[in-house]
C-alpha cells in the first residue's frame, strides 16, 4: 500500500472525473414522438403527476394550501368556474349552475342545471349548496378561507356574525329555495359574485356522508364527489390515485381512466424522474430552464404560464431608515430588474415596476412606473444622498430576511450584491425557513424581506384591499398613506365596475409611486414540463401552480402514440 | 453498569497499556513520519489550510473575492481565466471553492475542539465523581447518544436560526456547537474508560502515598496518558464533522449565503446541474479532505498505539 | 446475562424520558408554528386551531399531556390532516427498514468479503484496491453520491429508476411481488450502503490483519489444517468482534432511514417524515418519531452489546 499512494490517488482522480464526464456527457437523443390529435387506448389513459406538496385535508372547506385545493379541482365542482377567455383574460362561467345568477338589489337567484348528480347516483341539489356555504361560515369548522365569504369579500349576510358566535346558521343569508334554485343575500351587490363562487369553499358538500364518517369522509371508500374524478387511494407522503366519476354531469367527460398524483417536495428530483420518464407532468424550477433549452425534447415540452404573483422587496415602514422614501427610492432605484430576471430565473419572469399582475384587469404595466422606481443607479445614488447618507456613509447595516430555497438565495445574493455596487451599503441577509419566514413576516419583526403578493382570486381588489390600507390584514410592511385608505375604501364601496377598476388603478399608483411598503421586482410565471403524449392541457392563468391545466383536469388525455 | 467502552471510529479498547509521559510522544512523532501516507496527508492539509487562509489576506491566489457576480460569465466551464468555472450568479469557483475549504475547515475543526472540551471534562468528571457523579454523566451520555445525530442537530439548527443574539449569533459558531453536541459521547466514554482503569495502576497509587493531590494526580499522570486514543478520535471526528455541516448545507441549515462552506457548494452543484463543475469541484474537496484526514488518523493511531505495530 | 438484559431495558425508560423532554422544548424554541402561513390567517382562526390542538395551554400542562398520553401508547394526531402519528410512523417505518435491511446486507457483504480478500491478499493488487474502495467509498457525502447515482445512472443512461420505492409500500401490498419494481430498488440500496460498507471494510480488513499475524493462527497452519479452515473457523470469528462494534451503530443507522436518501429518491420513510415535520412544525409527528429513533437506536446497541459478549468470552457484564 505504501509504494503505491499514486496509484490509489490517480485512480481516484481517474474516478472521480469519469463520473464527472459522463455526467455532462450530451443527453442521449430521444425519438421525437409525432403529435395526433387520435388518443390511446383506454387502457393507455394513466398519467402521473408531480405536486409539490401533500394535501394536508381533502375537504375543501378546511384546505389552506395550494396543494389541497389543486387536487379538490379535480374531485368537486362549484357553481360557476374560471376559465381563460379569448384574450386570456380570467372569466367565471356557469358550472353546476345553468347560468348567471338573477340579481335583485342585494339578492341572488341562482339556477341549477338538470339531471346533475353526485358521484353515488344521489341527485346534487340546492340544498347541498345551502348545507356548504352555511358550513364554510361554521364557528366549529373553523375554515381558513372563511372571510371569502365575509365582509369586504363577498359580504354574505349574517356569514361574519355566526363565525364570531353572535349568530346562528338560520341568520346566514343563502336559502334552497327549492331543489334547484338557490337564493343568496348580501349586504351590497358584488361585481366578483361569479368569480368567489367557483373558488374552492363554496363547492357543495354532501351533509349524510360528512355526519356519518366525521373526519374520515374524504377517506376513498367514503368519499362522494360531483367533479370529472374521484379518489380510489390515497398513500400517506406518497400518493393519491383518482379515477374518472361516472356521474360527472358537465362536458368533457374525462378520457384518463387513471390520474397518480406523487407527493414530490424537491423539484430536481421531480425533474430527474420527468427525464427518466417516470413522471409525465411536473413543475420545474428556473434553474433548470438552461438543461432544458439545450435539449430538443425537452425544449418542446417546456409551457410557462404567467401567473398573478407578484415579488417584490418589501420594507419595514416602521423601520426609522426605511420610514424615509428617499431611502426607499434609492433601494428600490438600484436593481437592474432585467438582469436579475435574466441571471437568476433565467429569463422565465417578468421583470415589474407594477403591483397589479398582467392578466388582471386594470393591469398597467411597466411604462408607468418605469421612470419612476425603475433602474438608474445615478438616480439612485442621489435619492440615497438626498435621504442623508451620500455614498452610502453612515448607512446602517440592515437585515434581508431570505426565503431557504436555492433560487430565493441567489435572489438575494444578486440585490445584496446590487445594493453594494450601486449604493456601497452593506445588507445582511439571514435565511429563514418557511415556517420561520411566516413568524417573522407576521409579526413585522423584519427590516427588508423576499416576499411579495400571490392573488387568491383574479380581482385586482385582491392584490390592493387588505395587503396596503392602514390595518389591512396582510399589510404587514405597516403601509400608513391616507390617501391610499382613502381609495381603497372608495373602491370597496363601488358597485360600478369601471369606476371599481378604475379607483383601484389609482391606488395601484400611489403604492407603487410611493414605495409604500413594497418595491416590485418580477411577475412569475409558473413553469412546467408536460410530457408530449399528454394532450389537453389548457394552461390556464394564474393561481395554480401546483398542476399545470388544473382548471380543466377533464381535459388531459393521452394521445395515441 | 457497562464495562465496555464504545469506541465507534477506533478499534482498540480502552484498556491498553499506559504510556510514559516522556520519551514515548518522540516514538510516535518518529512512528508518524515514517508513515508515508499519514505525511502526504499532513502535507496536502497544510497546502490546502495555507492556500485557503491565503484569501483572507490577499487575493493573489483566489484571484477574485467568493461574492462579485459577473454577470457576464455566469455557468461557465474551467477556462484560464476561472479555474474550476463560475456559478449561476457568475462568480469564481476557484475562489469560491477555496473558501469553502477553509470554512469547512474552521468548522471541522472548531466543532472537533468544543468536543474535546465537553467529552474530557465529562469523561474526567464521570470518573472522579465516584458512583453517583459517574452514573449521572453516563446517564447524560446515554441520552445523547440515543438522540438521533442529524435529528437532534436539525432541532438545534432551527431553534438557534435567525435569531440576533450577541455571541451565538455567529452562524458558523452555531453550526459548530450542533454539530458538537451530538458528537461529544465517543470522547467522554473513552476518557472515563481510561481514566477508571488508570486509576487501579501502581504509579497513580504511588503518588498518592507520596501526597500529590487529585489535581496534581489528574493532570500530570492520568490525563497524558489518556491522549493517545483521544488524539486519534479528535482526527477521526472531524471528516464526522464536515460530512454534518454539509449535510446541514443540503438541508438549508448550513451557514448563509454568500458564504460558501463546501456543504453549500454542494448543494448549489446539485440544484443546478446544468454546469456539472459546480458539483464536481467542492465534491473532489471534500473527498480530499476526508481521505487526508482518514489516512492521518489511521497513522496517528498506528503511531500512538504500540500494540498495532 | 438475561438481568443484564432486563437492566438495560429498564434503563431505557429514563432515557427516552430525558430524550422526549429535551426534544418538547427544543420544539417549542423553534420559531414558527404550525399555523403560521405565508399570509396571515385571521385571528380567530389561529385561536380556533390551536384551540382544537391544544396548543393554547401553557407549556408546562401541554408537556404533561404528551407524557400523559405516551404512558397510553398514545403518540397524538399529526397537524397535517389529523392523521395517527404512530400509524405514519409504522408505515414510514416499514418503507426505511427495507430499504435499511437491504442496504446494511449489501454493506455487510460487500465489506466483509472486501475486507477479507484484502487481509488475505495483504499488499497486493487486490489490497490496495480494497483499501481504495473503502477510503474512497466513504469520501463522498451519501447525496453527491445519490446526485451522481442518479444523473449518471438514472437519467443518462436509464438503467434504473430514480422514483420512489420499487417495494411494498403498505403492508397489503406485501403479499403481491408482481407489483414490486426492482429497477427501483438498486440506486438506493447503492447510495446508502457505500459508506457502511467502506467503513466495515475498513475494520475488517484491520482487525483479519491484526487476528492473522497472531501466533495461534500460525501454529494452526503449521500444524496442517487448510487455509479456509484456518481463515474461517479461527481467523474470523476472533475478528468479528471489532467489526461488530462498528456494525451496530450502522444497522441502526440505516434501519432508521437515511432521509437524505429518501429525499434524493422520494421515498416515504420515517427519515423524510421526520425532516418534513420538522420544516412543518408538526409536533406530535417530530416527537413521535424522534422518541421512536431513540428506541431503535437503544435496542440496536443492546443487541449489539448481547452479540459482543456472545462473540468474545473474554467480555463478561456485571
Known amino acids: 500500500m505504501r509504494r503505491n499512494i499514486s496509484f490509489i490517488f490517480l485512480t481516484a482522480l481517474a474516478a472521480f472525473f469519469c463520473l464527472a464526464l459522463a455526467a455532462c456527457g450530451g443527453s442521449e437523443a430521444k425519438m421525437s414522438q409525432t403529435i395526433t390529435v387520435d388518443k390511446a387506448a383506454p387502457a393507455d389513459q394513466q398519467v402521473l403527476v408531480a405536486q409539490s406538496s401533500e394535501p394536508e385535508f381533502l375537504d375543501p372547506q378546511l384546505s389552506n394550501f395550494e396543494g389541497d385545493v389543486a387536487i379538490e379541482r379535480m374531485l368537486f365542482r362549484g357553481l360557476y368556474e374560471l376559465q381563460l377567455d379569448s384574450s386570456n383574460n380570467v372569466v367565471a362561467v356557469p358550472a353546476m349552475a345553468a347560468d348567471e ?461 | 453498569m457497562q464495562e465496555v467502552a464504545y469506541q465507534t471510529g477506533t478499534f482498540e479498547d480502552a484498556n491498553g497499556p499506559p504510556m510514559r509521559a516522556r520519551g514515548l510522544w518522540s516514538d510516535a512523532f518518529r512512528a508518524l513520519r515514517r508513515n508515508r501516507m499519514a505525511m502526504l496527508a499532513v502535507v496536502i492539509l497544510l497546502l490546502l489550510a495555507l492556500l485557503s487562509a491565503s484569501t483572507a489576506f490577499t487575493q493573489a491566489i483566489a484571484r477574485y473575492s467568493y461574492s462579485d457576480q459577473l454577470y457576464q460569465h455566469v455557468m461557465e466551464g474551467p477556462s484560464w481565466s476561472h479555474f474550476f468555472g463560475t456559478d449561476y450568479l457568475g462568480r469564481d469557483n476557484w475562489s469560491r471553492v477555496l473558501t469553502g475549504v477553509s470554512i469547512s475547515l474552521e468548522i471541522g475543526v472548531g466543532a472537533q475542539i468544543i468536543v474535546l472540551a465537553i467529552g474530557v471534562s465529562v469523561g474526567v468528571a464521570a470518573a472522579l465523581g465516584g458512583r453517583v457523579g459517574d452514573s449521572a454523566l453516563m446517564r447524560l451520555t446515554d441520552v445523547t447518544y440515543a438522540f438521533p445525530d442529524l435529528l437532534f442537530i436539525i432541532l438545534l439548527r432551527s431553534v438557534l436560526l435567525g435569531r440576533h443574539m450577541p455571541v451565538l449569533g455567529e452562524p458558523r459558531l452555531q453550526v459548530m456547537l450542533a454539530i458538537a453536541l451530538v458528537n461529544w459521547t465517543t470522547i467522554a466514554r473513552l476518557v472515563r474508560g481510561q481514566m477508571l482503569s488508570l486509576a487501579e495502576r501502581e504509579y497513580v497509587t504511588a503518588a498518592r502515598t507520596l501526597g500529590a493531590s487529585n489535581w496534581r494526580i489528574v493532570t500530570r499522570h492520568m490525563l497524558p496518558n489518556t491522549l493517545g486514543p483521544v488524539i486519534v478520535a479528535f482526527a477521526f471526528g472531524i471528516p464526522f464533522a464536515i460530512f454534518a455541516e454539509a449535510a446541514l448545507g443540503f438541508l438549508g441549515l448550513g451557514v448563509p449565503a454568500p458564504m460558501p462552506s463546501l456543504g453549500s457548494l454542494v448543494t448549489d452543484g446539485y440544484n443546478h446541474m446544468s454546469n456539472v463543475w459546480i458539483l464536481v469541484f467542492p465534491a473532489g474537496a471534500i473527498a480530499l479532505l476526508m481521505l487526508c484526514f482518514t489516512f492521518l488518523g489511521d497513522g496517528l493511531r498506528d503511531a500512538l498505539d504500540p500494540r498495532q505495530r | 446475562m438475561a438481568g443484564y438484559i432486563i437492566r438495560r431495558v429498564l434503563q431505557l425508560i429514563p432515557v427516552l424520558w430525558a430524550v422526549a423532554t429535551i426534544t418538547f422544548l427544543l420544539m417549542h424554541l423553534v420559531p414558527g408554528g404550525p399555523f403560521t402561513q405565508d399570509k396571515a390567517l385571521p385571528a380567530n382562526i389561529v385561536d380556533a386551531l390551536n384551540r382544537r390542538y391544544h396548543l393554547d395551554q401553557p407549556l408546562w400542562k401541554q408537556y404533561l399531556l404528551y407524557l400523559w398520553n405516551l404512558l397510553h401508547l398514545d403518540l397524538g394526531l399529526s397537524f397535517r390532516g389529523d392523521r395517527d402519528v404512530s400509524q405514519l410512523i409504522r408505515d414510514g417505518f416499514f418503507v426505511s427498514a427495507q430499504l435499511g435491511v437491504l442496504a446494511f446486507v449489501v454493506a455487510s457483504v460487500v465489506g466483509l468479503a472486501l475486507g477479507v480478500l484484502s487481509a488475505l491478499n495483504h499488499n497486493r493488487f487486490l489490497d490496495y484496491f480494497g483499501v481504495f474502495f473503502a477510503t474512497a467509498g466513504a469520501a463522498l457525502p451519501s447525496f453527491v453520491l445519490a446526485s451522481f447515482l442518479v444523473v449518471v445512472f438514472g437519467v443518462k443512461l436509464g438503467w434504473f429508476e430514480i422514483l420512489g420505492w420499487g417495494g411494498p409500500i403498505q403492508f397489503s401490498h406485501t403479499l403481491d411481488p408482481s407489483a414490486w419494481e426492482w429497477r427501483k430498488l438498486v440506486l438506493p440500496v447503492l447510495a446508502l450502503s457505500m459508506l457502511p460498507a467502506a467503513f466495515i471494510a475498513r475494520v475488517t480488513r484491520a482487525s483479519m490483519l491484526e487476528v492473522l499475524n497472531q501466533d495461534y493462527m500460525r501454529t494452526a497452519r503449521a500444524k496442517g489444517l487448510s487455509k479456509l479452515t484456518v481463515v474461517w473457523r479461527h481467523g474470523l470469528k476472533n475478528a468479528m468482534v471489532p467489526v461488530l462494534t462498528v456494525m451496530g451503530p450502522c444497522a441502526a443507522m440505516l434501519v432508521t432511514g437515511s432521509f437524505i436518501i429518501e429525499r434524493v429518491f422520494s421515498i416515504p420513510g420515517v427519515g423524510r417524515a421526520f425532516v418534513e415535520a420538522v420544516a412543518d412544525r408538526d409536533y406530535a409527528m417530530i416527537m413521535g418519531s424522534t422518541l421512536f429513533y431513540a428506541a431503535v437506536i437503544a435496542v440496536a446497541n443492546l443487541i449489539v452489546d448481547v452479540l459482543y459478549a456472545a462473540v468474545d468470552p473474554r467480555i463478561r457484564y456485571r
Open chain 1, 101 to 561: 345568477p338573477q340579481v335583485n338589489g342585494n339578492v341572488y337567484t341562482i339556477t341549477l342545471k338538470d339531471n346533475l348528480e353526485w358521484s353515488d347516483g344521489q341527485p346534487l341539489t340546492a340544498q347541498d349548496f345551502e348545507y356548504s356555504l352555511k358550513r364554510e361560515c361554521s364557528p366549529d369548522v373553523a375554515a381558513p378561507y372563511q372571510y371569502l365569504l365575509g365582509a369586504g369579500m363577498l359580504d354574505l349576510v349574517g356569514c361574519d356574525d355566526y363565525f364570531n358566535g353572535q349568530g346562528t346558521a338560520d341568520g346566514v343569508g343563502v336559502k334552497a329555495l327549492d331543489a334547484k334554485t338557490l337564493q343568496m343575500t348580501l349586504t351590497a351587490p358584488k361585481p366578483t359574485f361569479t368569480t368567489i363562487m367557483s373558488l374552492w369553499p363554496t363547492y357543495p358538500l354532501r351533509k349524510d356522508v360528512i355526519d356519518k364518517y366525521g373526519a374520515n369522509w374524504t377517506d376513498p371508500a367514503n368519499i362522494v364527489v360531483d367533479g370529472p374524478y374521484t379518489l380510489t387511494e390515497f398513500v400517506a407522503k406518497d400518493h393519491a390515485t383518482l379515477a374518472p366519476n361516472p356521474n360527472w354531469a358537465l362536458d368533457p367527460k374525462p378520457q384518463l381512466q387513471k390520474v397518480t398524483i406523487k407527493f414530490i417536495d424537491d423539484m430536481e428530483v421531480a425533474f430527474n424522474a420527468f427525464q427518466t420518464g417516470e413522471l409525465d407532468m411536473t413543475q420545474v424550477a428556473a434553474t433548470d430552464i438552461p438543461t432544458i433549452q439545450n435539449d430538443s425534447t425537452l425544449k418542446s415540452e417546456y409551457l410557462q404560464v404567467g401567473s398573478l404573483r407578484i415579488s417584490a422587496v418589501e420594507m419595514q415602514m416602521q423601520n426609522p431608515v426605511l420610514a424615509n422614501p428617499n431611502v426607499r427610492l434609492a433601494l428600490s432605484r438600484a436593481i437592474d430588474r432585467d438582469a436579475l430576471v435574466n441571471v437568476v430565473y433565467n429569463g422565465a419572469y417578468l421583470p415589474a415596476t407594477y403591483w397589479l399582475a398582467q392578466g388582471l384587469p386594470g393591469y398597467q404595466g411597466n411604462d408607468a412606473f418605469q421612470s419612476i422606481i425603475g433602474y438608474d443607479p445615478d438616480a439612485a445614488k442621489q435619492a440615497l444622498a438626498d435621504a442623508g447618507y451620500p455614498n452610502g456613509q453612515g448607512f446602517p447595516k440592515l437585515t434581508l430576511t431570505v426565503a431557504d430555497d436555492p433560487v430565493r438565495q441567489a435572489e438575494g445574493q444578486f440585490l445584496q450584491q446590487a445594493w453594494k455596487q450601486v449604493l456601497g451599503i452593506d445588507v445582511d441577509i439571514q435565511a429563514a425557513d418557511r415556517a420561520t419566514g411566516a413568524d417573522l413576516y407576521n409579526s413585522g419583526n423584519f427590516e427588508l424581506f423576499q416576499g411579495g403578493w400571490q392573488n387568491d382570486y383574479p380581482d385586482p381588489e385582491n392584490s390592493l384591499i387588505g395587503v396596503f390600507n392602514t390595518d389591512g390584514a396582510n399589510n404587514q410592511h405597516a403601509c400608513n398613506d391616507p390617501d391610499i385608505d382613502a381609495k381603497l375604501a372608495a373602491a370597496g364601496a363601488e358597485t360600478d365596475n369601471a369606476t371599481r377598476i378604475k379607483d383601484l388603478q389609482e391606488a395601484e399608483t400611489l403604492v407603487v409611486t410611493r414605495l409604500c411598503g413594497v418595491a416590485p421586482l418580477w411577475q412569475g410565471a409558473v413553469l412546467y414540463l408536460v410530457n408530449s403524449k399528454v394532450g389537453g392541457v389548457r394552461p390556464n392563468g394564474a393561481i395554480d401552480a401546483a398542476m399545470p391545466g388544473n382548471w380543466c383536469p377533464e381535459c388531459w388525455f393521452i394521445k395515441a402514440q
